[in-house]
């Protein structure tokens, strides 16, 4: 397994750079990478740059071979969970007690897509990055998770509202 690799995320619009994000558990032999150590600056969040840059990410992870793209958070951060079922990812469970973060059990939420959803998944990504998916206002006129949707083999039961 390799280590991870870290991107300084650059927001065009700014010119700033506002964000990193790696690759984790890299493992060729599998066909298997992970996403992760995400954090990104109050203007990037929730944007399309944002969005942009986990798209070219994952294209880059299934341009490259990997069969399987994974993405684990800690479970009760449940804004991570709700991105990675936005950018495609598919629930497969909680990893009880999987470590302990700051002295306390953490239970992990683990998320993946893979190879054979990439097609659907890239034209998913491709309408929604799309300039007439977004009106003069800058407003989406289609939510990816909603594009997304039609890709993913399940859904976090913990998300669902109502």
């Avoid at 032999?29 to 992970?34: L, N, Q, R, T, Y």
């Avoid at 600056?41 to 299934?62: C, D, G, H, I, N």
């Avoid at 951060?77 to 495609?88: F, I, K, M, V």
Wanted: with cysteine; hydrophobic share 40%; net charge positive.
């Amino acid at each position: 397994m390799q280590q991870g690799r870290f991107y300084a995320v650059k927001n065009l619009k700014t010119g700033n750079f506002e964000g990193v994000a790696s690759f984790l558990r890299i493992s060729p032999d599998a066909g298997s990478i992970e996403v992760g150590h995400i954090n990104f600056a109050k203007p990037l969040q929730r944007s399309r740059a944002a969005t942009e840059a986990m798209f070219l990410m994952m294209q880059w992870v299934y341009d490259a071979g990997y069969r399987r793209y994974e993405w684990k958070c800690n479970a009760l951060n449940t804004g991570s969970r709700r991105a990675a079922e936005r950018l495609g990812f598919s629930h497969e469970g909680i990893f009880r007690q999987a470590g302990i973060s700051k002295g306390r059990n953490r239970d992990t939420a683990w998320y993946a897509s893979i190879d054979t959803e990439w097609p659907a998944l890239k034209s998913a990504f491709e309408t929604w990055l799309s300039d007439t998916n977004f009106d003069a206002n800058g407003q989406q006129k289609e939510s990816l998770s909603d594009l997304t949707r039609l890709v993913r083999v399940l859904d976090d039961p913990a998300l669902k509202s109502g």
